[in-house]
DNA sequence: TGAAATGTTGGGGCG
DNA sequence: ACGCCCCAACATTTC
């Protein structure tokens, strides 16, 4: 092997340059490096790229490109049905004998890895993965049976003492490139944007890249972590970190997250600790789809295959857009579509509605959360969805049905989020706010609303869908 | 990281 | 003073 051979850098969703182990191993072999993005237009699987994925994708090649510019590199983009046709072809091209990667977890991904790694090591190439987006690797956990860990806290409990894994920072400064460059399509070539005008509406909600992830952590722990543990229920404020699309899609790390933290606050602390375990939800997403592979797809608990869903497309449209007439339920999804992103209280709120009052299958509501969500990641998404569903690890049991009512007054007291998301309701007193309908009719017509008009009757009464919803529990456990 | 139903307790009004 | 009732507040259990 020639010690001036270039070097693959295969980018996937690890879109920085800091604390990158694959890049740091990269520039430390002194050979000349080809960063290279592969898109893929078929994956293999059911969970090709959603729309507001791939809207951040196209944003976050662009970045990337900047980025390796200014390194004086580039970034080289190709498109394809055949991830290991085309790899070879870049490897022919180039003359590389090495390719180095961040490695993924999710199935579809990890099987292609696979080929590709014995592929070409068949073909006597250097082929090499790092762990790099996350803290704890899930073939690494296993309980004291060597079974694998289906409720967080024993999880959590078996893995929090582990030293973090160290950050791992590129000599960038030491960067080699190839004096020729094969070939890049352009970011348009991957047709990663929609025809409609909603891009325009995540652009100014969302700056993607490096850099912007950095702020969002500096925003974050200057002061508001210090208070998540309470502020991170109230979808009205900045409670929370909005982390997550950056670290779906690797323009920051955990392990850099995590080393923060420890550095620069007491984890006795209940914000920064609370958080914390936030982090390692994360991680236990990851360890729960490596382990069990179909639970994208299906309930983790077999028995819930037989569950008496009650599919209905009216009742879904009528909950994606926001038409419900629970207040809270219809806020948090026209945050979703407005944004790309929703509040994690709310999406509890209306995941139990979609779930438990409407008996619609979780996979439905999973499904649109994918289309939707900026940060939408297989892991949490599949692992929240069949929390909601009351079907998956350490889920909330079936019963747990949350009174959208109750649920709203509780953590929107003032209305203030509701009001922001349904305007048509920004004159209703906090009162009625979370129960239009109960308020006189004097009161909606002041307020300017008819009901059933301006906004929705509830689709469906609280008692009736609660009872409904264990009643069908109940069919299912006699089944 | 629920909600509703049911049970228990204790204070106050009142005959 | 006492028993009775009502009800709020809290605790427990049930879904």
């Given at each position: 092997m020639s010690a001036s051979s270039p070097l693959i850098y295969w980018i996937r969703t690890d879109f920085r340059?800091?604390?990158?182990?694959?890049l740091k191993a990269a520039i430390e072999t002194g050979r000349p490096i080809v960063p290279l993005y592969l898109h893929d237009r078929q994956p293999e699987g059911n969970w090709a790229l959603?729309?507001?994925?791939?809207?951040?994708?196209?944003?976050?090649?662009?970045?990337?490109?900047?980025?390796?510019?200014?390194?004086?590199?580039?970034?080289?983009?190709?498109?394809?049905?055949?991830v290991l046709a085309e790899l070879s072809q870049v490897i022919e091209e180039t003359g590389a004998e090495a390719v180095y990667w961040n490695r993924r977890y999710e199935p579809a991904g990890r099987a292609v890895d696979e080929r590709v790694?014995?592929?070409?090591?068949?073909?006597?190439?250097?082929?090499?993965s790092f762990q790099n987006e996350l803290l704890v690797e899930p073939h690494?956990?296993?309980?004291?049976?060597?079974?694998p860990y289906?409720?967080?806290?024993?999880?959590?409990?078996?893995?929090?003492?582990?030293?973090?894994?160290?950050?791992?920072?590129?000599?960038?400064?030491?960067?080699?490139?190839?004096?020729?460059?094969p070939r890049s399509e352009a970011v348009e070539d991957c047709a990663l944007l929609p025809e409609l005008d909603w891009p325009e509406k995540l652009a100014?909600?969302?700056?993607?890249?490096?850099?912007?992830?950095?702020?969002?952590?500096?925003?974050?722990?200057?002061?508001?972590?210090?208070?998540?543990?309470?502020?991170?229920?109230?979808?009205?404020?900045?409670?929370?970190?909005?982390?997550?699309?950056?670290?779906?899609?690797?323009?920051i790390g955990p392990r850099q997250v995590a080393h923060r933290l420890h550095a620069e606050f007491d984890l006795r602390q209940a914000g920064p600790q609370v958080y914390m375990k936030e982090l390692y939800w994360r991680e236990f997403a990851y360890n729960v789809l490596y382990h069990f592979p179909e639970t994208a797809d299906d309930p983790l608990r077999p028995e819930f295959k037989k569950f008496p869903w009650q599919e209905d497309a009216k009742l879904l449209a009528a909950w994606q857009r926001g038409k419900t007439g629970y207040p809270i339920v219809d806020a948090g999804m026209r945050q979703l579509y407005q944004t790309g992103w929703m509040h994690n209280r709310v999406r509890m709120i209306v995941a139990s509605l979609l779930v438990k009052h409407l008996l619609q299958p979780w996979q439905a509501g999973a499904r649109w959360f994918w289309d939707?969500?900026?940060?939408?990641?297989?892991?949490?998404?599949?692992?929240?969805?069949?929390?909601?569903?009351?079907?998956?690890?350490?889920?909330?049991?079936?019963?747990r049905i949350f009174n959208p009512i109750t649920q709203g007054e509780k953590f929107d007291p003032e209305g203030d989020y509701v009001r922001q998301w349904v305007p048509e309701l920004k004159k209703l007193s906090n009162k009625y706010i979370h129960q239009p309908w109960?308020?006189?009719?004097?009161?909606?017509?002041?307020?300017?609303?008819?009901?059933?008009?301006?906004?929705?009757?509830?689709?469906?009464d609280h008692k009736a869908g609660r009872a409904r919803a264990l009643a069908a529990f109940e069919a299912l456990k006699n089944a």
């Open positions: 340059l800091q604390d990158n182990a694959a959603g729309g507001a994925a791939k809207w951040w994708l196209h944003q976050a090649l662009e970045d990337f490109l900047t980025r390796w510019k200014a390194k004086g590199g580039r970034l080289i983009l190709r498109v394809t049905d055949d790694k014995r592929e070409l090591k068949a073909a006597e190439l250097e082929v090499r690494t956990v296993s309980t004291g049976q060597g079974k289906k409720v967080y806290t024993p999880f959590w409990k078996a893995i929090k003492d582990r030293p973090l894994p160290a950050i791992e920072t590129p000599a960038l400064d030491k960067l080699r490139f190839p004096s020729e460059w100014t909600e969302w700056q993607v890249g490096e850099d912007a992830a950095q702020q969002r952590l500096d925003r974050f722990l200057d002061g508001v972590v210090n208070g998540y543990n309470e502020a991170r229920d109230i979808p009205s404020e900045e409670g929370t970190s909005r982390l997550s699309p950056y670290l779906r899609w690797g323009h939707t969500l900026v940060d939408a990641d297989l892991a949490s998404n599949s692992l929240g969805w069949q929390w909601s569903g009351g079907c998956g690890a350490d889920a909330a049991p079936y019963f109960e308020a006189p009719s004097g009161t909606l017509q002041a307020a300017g609303i008819r009901l059933g008009e301006d906004y929705p009757k509830p689709i469906i």
